[in-house]
Nanobody, 118 residues
Framework: QVQLVESGGGLVQAGGSLRLSCVAS????????MGWYRQAPGKQRELVAS???????NFGDSVKGRFTISRDNIKNTVYLQMNSLKPEDTGVYYC????????????WGQGTQVTVSS
């Protein structure tokens, strides 16, 4: 069964940076596109960044130019580097399958909270 464990969130001032990590187990990690999803208070969860099996990245318009996504197939880990953070980036961040036509697994991790103060 897939397990996803996110970490790296926290409280940061606007303009600051955070790096999120997600370790996956129970899957052949390199076989999936992976994504980072954000659920802001009172909103639906949305895909903000993804990376395909081949390493092609894609970003939502709200984070383009500020966030980068990368993966380490040896460590079964996907990262999200978040720079120039804005208060509207506040939310719970989750990783899951995504990008390159891959849909999320039914199972989600606990997520990691990111709070950006103005």
């Amino acid at each position: 069964q897939v397990q996803l464990v996110e970490s790296g969130g926290g409280l940061v001032q606007a303009g600051g940076s955070l790096r999120l990590s997600c370790v996956a187990s129970g899957i052949i990690f390199s076989a999936y596109g992976m994504g980072w999803y954000r659920q802001a208070p009172g909103k639906q969860r949305e895909l903000v960044a993804s990376i395909t099996r081949a390493g092609t990245t894609n970003f939502g318009d709200s984070v383009k130019g500020r966030f980068t996504i990368s993966r380490d197939n040896i460590k079964n880990t996907v990262y999200l580097q978040m720079n120039s953070l804005k208060p509207e980036d506040t939310g719970v961040y989750y990783c899951n399958a995504g990008g390159g036509g891959d849909r999320p697994f039914r199972s989600w991790g606990q997520g990691t909270q990111v709070t950006v103060s103005s």
